[in-house]
Nanobody, 129 residues
Framework: QLQLVESGGGRVQSGGSLRLSCAPS????????IAWFRQAPGKEREGISC????????YYTDSVKGRFTISRDNTRSTMYLQMNSLKPEDTADYYC??????????????????????WGQGIQVTVTS
């Protein structure tokens, strides 16, 4: 069974940092477009960042640009989301996702949940003021 397993969430004060990790089980991330989504209470799940299959495209939504960094470590087949300067409005459940299609990540638009086949279970991030 192919799945993604997340770690690294938690509670942090405003201005602090967290790093989310996501590791695949049953496959490797080397040939996949990868993305991070988040869902705040009462809101829809939104795509906030992605890297395309061959690393030619990277996207950040405006609200996280300059604060969050997406990356992958092909040696360890793990993907990360480094989150700095966290704000209370970053509070949400965060989800990693992967898909073998290159078009799943474009530098021109936010990643869409419809374009991703494999998902993590979600991990909570709470930022207090």
């Amino acid at each position: 069974q192919l799945q993604l397993v997340e770690s690294g969430g938690g509670r942090v004060q405003s201005g602090g940092s967290l790093r989310l990790s996501c590791a695949p089980s049953g496959f490797t991330l080397n040939s996949y477009s990868i993305a991070w989504f988040r869902q705040a209470p009462g809101k829809e799940r939104e795509g906030i960042s992605c890297i395309s299959k061959r690393d030619e495209n990277i996207y950040y939504t405006d609200s996280v640009k300059g604060r969050f960094t997406i990356s992958r470590d092909n040696t360890r087949s793990t993907m990360y989301l480094q989150m700095n300067s966290l704000k209370p409005e970053d509070t949400a459940d965060y989800y990693c996702a992967a898909d073998p299609a290159a078009f799943a990540c474009s530098r021109l638009r936010a990643p869409s949940r419809n374009d991703y086949s494999y998902w993590g279970q979600g991990i909570q991030v709470t930022v207090t003021s």
